[in-house]
């Protein structure tokens, strides 16, 4: 039973435009948010992350957004580079309980020049 | 900050021998974790450390893993019999003592049951 679900599993942008990946969620308990990116044969490395008292969060390009009323979150890259191009993993940590991180399956980001 | 360190980086071993995996975390960093990914998946949780006390384990995926964190610092995952269906990439991950701190990933030990 999947808790956290990134529905695409690719994504193609052209460079210099706007990407937007998805994420939703199941369970109700989830109150912190974060997303990361990963190249291959690299671990995950975190990019940006939302507590559920907020509904935005910046930082540089990257922009995270939750709507805790449909359950689902995104995060916007302006503008995408080269760089950018990678596997981007939606995670999540419930209030309570187990103190681990829950991941979706991620999509992954080709960012075309 | 060095980063996260995991040793080795690949070990390729054979059904039903015994394996150790190494993490060194973050120095600063007091909580550690330790994750498996398989192909086309994301993360999967295994079980965490407090210092040296393991918090949850209750995730780990079978009586044959087990991990020890003895000292506060380094931590060894090890999996007794190892079968075809753990050959997957083992991620360690440390934190600060705060729920709202974002884990940081090690760069994985990819493990290869033949």
């Known amino acids: 039973d999947q808790q956290v679900k990134q529905n695409s599993p690719s994504l193609s942008v052209q460079e210099g435009r706007i990407s937007i990946l998805n994420c939703d969620y199941t369970n109700s308990m989830f109150d912190y948010f974060l997303w990361y990116k990963k190249y291959p044969a690299e671990g995950p490395t975190f990019l940006i992350s939302i507590s559920s008292i907020k509904d935005k969060n910046e930082d540089g390009r990257f922009t995270v957004f939750l709507n805790k009323s449909a359950k689902h979150l995104s995060l916007h890259i302006v503008p995408s580079q080269p760089g950018d191009s990678a596997v981007y993993f939606c995670a999540a940590r419930s209030g309570g309980g187990a103190d681990g991180l829950t991941f979706g399956k991620g999509t992954h980001l080709i960012i075309q020049p | 900050d060095t980063g996260v360190s995991q040793d080795p980086r690949h070990k390729i071993t054979k059904r039903g021998q015994n394996v150790t995996f190494r993490c060194d975390p973050i120095?600063?960093?007091?909580?550690l974790y330790w994750y498996r990914q398989t192909l086309g998946q994301g993360p999967e949780f295994l079980t965490y450390f407090q210092n040296e006390a393991q918090l949850e384990k209750s995730r780990l995926l079978s009586d044959r893993f087990s991990a020890e964190r003895p000292k506060g610092s380094f931590s060894t995952l090890e999996i007794q019999r190892t079968e075809q269906g753990d050959s997957a990439m083992y991620l360690c991950a440390s934190s600060w003592n705060s729920r709202i701190s974002p884990l940081h990933f090690g760069n994985g030990t990819r493990l290869t049951v033949t």
């Open positions: 120095s600063e960093h007091n909580r």
